[in-house]
């Protein structure tokens, strides 16, 4: 088969599009034809390398995405051959204390398709079956690739961590990127007033499209004194901040008392200042998410078939040009999601 792949960590030119071995599926595995697949920024990451995380070369990228089962391992019951399906990429082990009971996304060994083993940016994939999620004859495969990763993350993150109530106000920082456009979408379901900041004024009116009430420029302002203006120096009662550093303090600033902040990632690096004064004063929560339960996914999914979430589409490219779709997520070009095609499917 064709599968984007690289040898060694480094910049995009380490990427390759081009023979690998066919994969076999094991015995609680299913065998997917690709018929599209979305990037992340995780794919940034991977390909550049992560602390502690040592992979089989060649890698083979990609977390997300779509297309129709061909074979299946003898213990497989959940999907059979000619199903349409979605990838969703967190694998868990099904017995740990975590997963017992439920918490498929704190597993002991969580891990995810395409960061720690090998993705699925290829004409095929063998991933295991309880990482299938059926997809209606009517969801496209560039809908179905987009959507798993960046939604399962926002809305257990906003759903079940941040537990976000119609009426309350959520700002919500980076509202272009692939979490964000989900947050904001999620948080306008869940009858929120959304805060949205972004950095040009095309990406602000994209995040008005996707659901956000109020939109700060912040490249022109400083957010946070903007947030006080715009709240009467209330505050909101969650921040959602998967930046980092460059915002941290800032996102604290902006909570009402009694706020939470929420996380899913850190894009400027791991390690910010708290200032713990106010995190007592105002009594804050600062709370931690990762991807997401298998529930929570097959619940924020059926909200992507039925057309109630949209994942916006940046770009759609043959796998062939994956150094592009890098490129653009590296360059933060545009917004939404890029979508990568088997050049076999074009
Ligand atoms: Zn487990």
């Not at 088969?1 to 060694?8: C, K, L, Y």
């Not at 059926?134 to 987009?146: E, F, I, L």
């Not at 902040?261 to 007592?280: D, H, Q, S, Y």
Request: glycine share 10%; with cysteine.
């Amino acid at each position: 088969m064709q599968a984007v792949q690289f040898t060694e960590h480094g910049d995009r030119d380490v990427i390759e599009y081009g023979d690998f071995p066919d994969p076999e599926p094991g015995k609680d595995e299913a065998l997917v034809d690709v018929k599209a697949g979305a990037l992340n920024h995780l794919d940034v990451f991977t390909r550049r390398g992560l602390p502690g995380v040592d992979l089989e070369m060649p890698h083979i990228p990609g977390s997300d995405a779509a297309g129709v089962v061909t074979d299946i391992g003898e213990d497989v019951t959940r999907v059979e051959v000619g199903d349409r399906v979605a990838v969703t990429a967190g694998v868990s082990c099904g017995e740990c204390e975590f997963c017992r009971h439920g918490e498929h996304s704190l597993c002991e060994s969580y891990h995810l398709i395409g960061e720690h083993v090998r993705g699925v940016h290829a004409e095929q994939a063998a991933v295991p079956a309880a990482n299938l999620v059926h997809v209606p004859d009517d969801v496209d495969w560039v809908t179905a690739a987009a959507a798993p990763l960046t939604f399962q993350t926002a809305w257990r993150m906003l759903m079940t961590r941040a537990d976000i109530e119609a009426g309350e106000s959520i700002l919500i920082l980076g509202a272009s990127g692939g979490v964000g456009q989900a947050a904001v979408q999620i948080a306008d379901y869940a009858g929120a007033e959304v805060y949205a900041t972004a950095s040009t004024d095309e990406k602000l009116e994209y995040a008005e499209e996707c659901g956000a009430d109020h939109t700060i420029n912040y490249a022109e302002n400083d957010f946070a004194s903007e947030m006080r203006e715009l709240t009467d120096g209330r505050g909101v009662d969650v921040v959602v901040d998967y930046v980092g550093p460059e915002t941290w303090d800032d996102s604290t600033k902006c909570l009402a008392k009694g706020g939470r902040l929420v996380t899913c990632g850190a894009t400027t690096g791991p390690k910010a200042e708290t200032n713990i004064n106010r995190v007592f004063w105002k009594q804050i929560d600062i709370l931690g998410s990762t991807m997401a339960t298998l529930g929570e996914v097959d619940d924020v999914l059926s909200l992507v078939w039925d057309g109630t979430f949209e994942p916006r589409i940046r770009e759609t490219l043959p796998m062939s040009e994956a150094t592009r779709a890098h490129e653009m997520l590296e360059e933060r070009e545009g917004f939404g999601k890029v979508v990568v095609i088997p050049d076999s499917e074009r």
